[in-house]
């Protein structure tokens, strides 16, 4: 993810001139043209309305991103994978909330690793978990 929303990676829609000036001088037997310039300001706003999702999108990614940087397991990823690597059982103890759950899953399936199991003392909380 780039340090901030560039516009230079937004979604790449366009419309072929000439199928625009196809539709806006209509076909045989059709009954309903549509003007040029309805064209272009529908393209228009419909380039304007993705710009604005992948902006929000952009935002949430960031945070989401922010959030999990900030989560004190984040700081033990390169030696839980070591870990990991080296051993083949590893007991990861830590307070609630720091991201054991949903963290260590990530950084597995980030690492390469195809089969990762999460067990939790709940049905619902594994549930949510997947």
């Known amino acids: 993810l780039p340090p901030h929303y560039d516009p230079r990676y ?7 001139s000439a199928d625009v000036q196809g539709k806006s001088r209509g076909r045989r037997g059709d009954t309903f043209r549509v003007p040029r310039e309805r064209l272009l300001e529908f393209h228009s706003a419909l380039l304007h309305y993705l710009d604005f999702t992948q902006k929000q999108s952009f935002s949430k990614l960031a945070k989401l991103q922010r959030e999990r940087a900030a989560l004190p397991i984040s700081q033990y990823r390169d030696r839980l994978l070591q870990a990991v690597a080296q051993n083949q059982v590893v007991v990861v103890a830590g ?3 720091c991201g054991k759950s949903t963290q260590v899953p990530q950084f597995l399936l980030g690492a390469g690793y195809n089969h990762v199991a999460c067990t939790q003392p709940r049905r619902i909380a594994c549930v949510s978990l997947a």
Do not use: F, H, Y
Not at 10 to 16: D, G, K
């Open 10 to 16: 937004r979604i790449n829609l366009s419309v072929l």
């Open 95 to 97: 307070d609630t909330g």
